[in-house]
């Protein structure tokens, strides 16, 4: 069995108590020691609560030294931990709050009034505050507790995490996550990566994503690497900060933004041994200009909420633009026809299935569902199209339930579309990604309108509190009729064709 990731936590700070854990853009770090100590005290309170193993922590608060502790401690009291995107409206959150019922809820300072409503509403016992700053309540009822805690004990199937992604037909998933799936896929990450306690990551991702909380911080503690904390993408601290930092992992959004800049070159990214790029597809157009910029080949992966990473580029091996590269040790891989599930040759097109350690067991209380997605002899069914070449690289060709990747951030068009359908004067909706320059995609809506008066600005007014600000739409294009084919479906595919162009230049 694959160790746990809170046991490597505890190993790294009896052993290496003095090494760097995180170090913040002013300098200031935090060792893995004095982490351990600070989480064992959030863990005891947590524990004071009636936390049990097993019981949710919902949090909804900006990234922060605090935050981050917060995942850490849950595993601490083994809990399951439910990180929650901070863009998400109370509209959202009542809903995850509902679905999860959680039984502690950490969120921010300016949101406790609205949320001590909604865990009334839910039946929530408790509720923290933790503020951008890294203090609340949180903060100041663990000062006091106990800096020592010996770890519940879990089992490799035990539930460590609950990430909630989009439904394509509906209401939001609840992915549940084992402690198995989160350690074996940093083990294999670790080594893919060749990730030593010498490594110091430049982690501008937010930790609410698989991507910064479970890839880059798991990844880290697997090696007992530092972490370079910065709070968001902002380029002025990444260029700062990069002369320190031996890896970074970013989504292509921050590879774009970095090239567009004449500040970064190859001396900047001289004491960068790795750069990884993930959550979103990276053009070969961004690699192969980052190569001749810098010298360096983007390192891109391919992985989702319910798998974790699946495949990646070699480390010492080629590394080709617009591959996503090789199934991790431990992770098999196959391309399927999607209606009959027969097996395809190389190089034919067809849907994903993965099987693995890292594959989740499906979603919560949603069994109907859970079985949808494996196939019968238990292999998990993607949704992405794409093939294997001769060599074995995995190529992405598209994605069968036409999700759209907005810099790194998933949008599923059904949960749009049904709250556009909602808004009075709309007779009917299609969102679409379409290409754009700094996100790789934005969603647009195309809509027929009952009343001609419903102009563009009133449905994006009337979507603005009811969803998380990178769900919303970027533009909405109002016609008379949606093209539609012979079985009255609506043409996507035509519809993206049509407004390829809307961002450009």
């Known amino acids: 069995m694959t160790d746990m990731i809170i046991n490597r936590f505890r190993h790294l700070a009896d052993n290496r108590p003095d090494a760097p ?47 981050l502790l917060a995942y850490l401690a849950a595993m601490q009291v083994g809990a399951v931990f439910l990180p929650l995107n901070t863009a998400y409206t109370l509209n959202e959150v009542d809903y995850f709050l509902g679905d999860a019922a959680p039984a502690l809820l950490i969120c921010r300072e300016s949101d406790d009034a609205a949320m001590a409503t909604l865990c009334s509403r839910h039946g929530i016992a408790h509720r923290l505050t933790l503020d951008a700053g890294g203090q609340g309540t949180l903060v100041l009822q663990s000062a006091d507790q106990d800096g020592e805690m010996e770890p519940a004990h879990r089992q490799a199937d035990d539930l460590a995490a609950i990430l909630y992604t989009s439904g394509t037909t509906g209401r939001s998933k609840g992915a ?57 993408f902002h380029l002025d601290t990444l260029l700062r900060l990069m002369p320190d930092a031996t890896t970074m992992m970013g989504v292509p959004t921050f590879y774009s933004r970095l090239l567009a800049d004449p500040r970064f070159d190859e001396q900047l990214a001289g004491s960068v041994r790795l750069f990884i790029s993930g959550s979103a597809p990276l053009s070969p157009e ?7 910029r810098t010298g360096k080949l983007i390192l891109e992966r391919y992985g989702m909420t319910e798998t974790s990473i699946i495949t990646t580029n070699p480390h010492d091996g080629e590394r080709k633009p617009g591959s996503v ?57 993607t949704g992405d199209l794409g093939h294997v070449d001769t060599d074995g690289y995995v190529h992405i060709s598209g994605r069968a339930k036409d999700l759209i ?12 579309e049904a709250l556009i359908d909602a808004v009075p004067g709309v007779a009917e909706s299609a969102v679409i990604g379409v290409p754009h320059a700094d996100l790789g995609e934005a969603a647009v809506a195309v809509i027929r309108v009952s009343d001609s008066a419903l102009q563009e ?13 990178f769900k919303q739409p970027r ?31």
Request: hydrophobic share 45%; with cysteine; glycine share 8%.
């Open 176 to 232: 549940m996550l084992t402690q198995d799936n989160l350690a074996s896929n940093a083990e294999a990450l670790a080594e893919c990566w060749r990730f030593t306690a010498h490594d110091r990551l430049l982690h501008a991702l937010p930790i609410y994503h698989t991507h910064g909380l479970f890839v880059a911080t798991n990844v880290c503690l697997w090696a007992g690497a530092a972490m370079i904390f910065v709070p968001q």
């Open 21 to 67: 854990f995180l170090i913040h853009p002013d300098g200031a770090s935090l060792s893995y020691g004095e982490a351990w100590r600070r989480c064992a005290r959030m863990a005891n309170l947590f524990r004071s609560l009636g936390i049990c193993p097993g019981d949710r922590i919902a949090l909804q608060a900006e990234k922060s030294e605090a935050s």
């Open 325 to 381: 590269g090789l199934p991790l040790p431990g992770v098999s891989l196959r391309i399927a026809d999607p209606e009959t599930a027969r097996v395809l040759s190389h190089g034919e097109v067809g849907v994903i299935e993965v099987r693995g350690p890292n594959v989740f067991p499906g979603y919560w209380q949603m069994p109907e569902k859970t079985a949808e997605e494996f196939r019968a002899d238990g292999w998990f069914i």
């Open 405 to 416: 990747i907005s810099g790194g951030l998933n949008i599923y068009p059904a949960e749009v």
């Open 475 to 505: 533009r909405v294009c109002i016609i008379d009729e949606l093209p539609r084919n012979s079985m009255g479906k609506v043409q996507k595919k035509a519809l993206r064709e049509r407004y390829a162009k809307l961002f450009a230049g």
């Open 457 to 469: 600005d009133a449905v994006l007014a009337a979507l603005a509190p009811l969803l998380a600000r």
């Open 286 to 292: 961004t690699h192969r200009a980052f190569a001749r």
